[in-house]
């Protein structure tokens, strides 16, 4: 089993700044995808940042620009750095992890952090 905590969430201003961290513990073996999506009150989850398996980067078109992820594998974390945030940024931000044991795959997600961007 992988457990995610999350933090960094909070209520900002437009045009400011926020960063969110999560760190996996537990059993971790390959992870193939470790990223963030965010969910708006009424819409689908959508994809914001993720580091594949290879070490590349993929971002949603909505943050390209503004948002940047990075990670400590080490630490088996993974961060967002949010910068000139949008009122349309407001969502819950949740975690993923995706892991590779064998042919078996998990997929973990954390329990959410709620990202409020004011106008």
């Known amino acids: 089993q992988v457990q995610l905590v999350e933090s960094g969430g909070g209520l900002v201003q437009a045009g400011g700044s926020l960063r969110l961290s999560c760190v996996a513990s537990?059993?971790?073996?390959?992870?193939?995808?470790m990223g963030w999506y965010r969910q708006a009150p009424g819409k689908q989850r959508e994809l914001v940042a993720g580091?594949?398996?290879?070490?590349?980067?993929n971002y949603g078109d909505s943050v390209k620009g503004r948002f940047t992820i990075s990670r400590d594998s080490a630490k088996r974390a993974v961060y967002l750095q949010m910068n000139s945030l949008k009122p349309e940024d407001t969502a819950v931000y949740f975690c993923?992890?995706?892991?590779?044991?064998?042919?078996?795959?998990?997929?973990?997600w954390g329990q959410g952090t709620q990202v409020t961007v004011s106008s």
């Open positions: 993923k992890v995706v892991t590779i044991s064998g042919t078996l795959q998990g997929d973990y």
């Open positions: 537990g059993t971790v073996f390959v992870i193939n995808f």
């Open positions: 580091f594949t398996s290879g070490g590349s980067t």
